[in-house]
């Protein structure tokens, strides 16, 4: 079964960090590029971050730029979002997708995988 899972999300106060994971079953994620979604309540889903799958380029929201990180641990199929910094305009639900363009045309490009999201509560 092919398969994305996010995870890593919850309840953090102002000023705090999370690491979100990305984890693939039923296919190998490091051949693909891979984007973090967010959609916070009543808003648009934006782009958060890509990283390639060739030379681990990376791209990100300008709003979060320098306050998160993405990276990936091929071996461990997986790809990390470590937000630090975290303000309470960044909760949303977390999602992660296969890009298929490498980040080319981030924020744009061909996402295929998804998953079903992770809660992230930025409040005091």
């Known amino acids: 079964q092919v398969q994305l899972v996010e995870s890593g999300g919850g309840l953090v106060q102002p000023g705090g960090s999370l690491r979100l994971s990305c984890t693939s079953s039923g296919f190998t994620l490091g051949y693909y590029a891979i984007g973090w979604f967010r959609q916070a309540p009543g808003k648009e889903r934006e782009g958060v971050s890509c990283?390639?799958?060739?030379?681990?380029?990376?791209h990100y929201l300008d709003s979060v730029k320098g306050r998160f990180t993405i990276s990936r641990d091929n071996t461990k199929n997986t790809v990390y979002l470590q937000m630090n910094s975290l303000k309470p305009e960044d909760t949303a639900v977390y999602y992660c997708?296969?890009?298929?363009?490498?980040?080319?045309?981030?924020?744009?490009?061909?996402?295929?995988?998804w998953g079903q999201g992770t809660q992230v509560t930025v409040s005091s």
């Open positions: 997708a296969t890009e298929q363009l490498n980040c080319n045309y981030y924020p744009g490009g061909v996402y295929g995988y």
């Open positions: 990283i390639s799958s060739s030379n681990g380029n990376t």
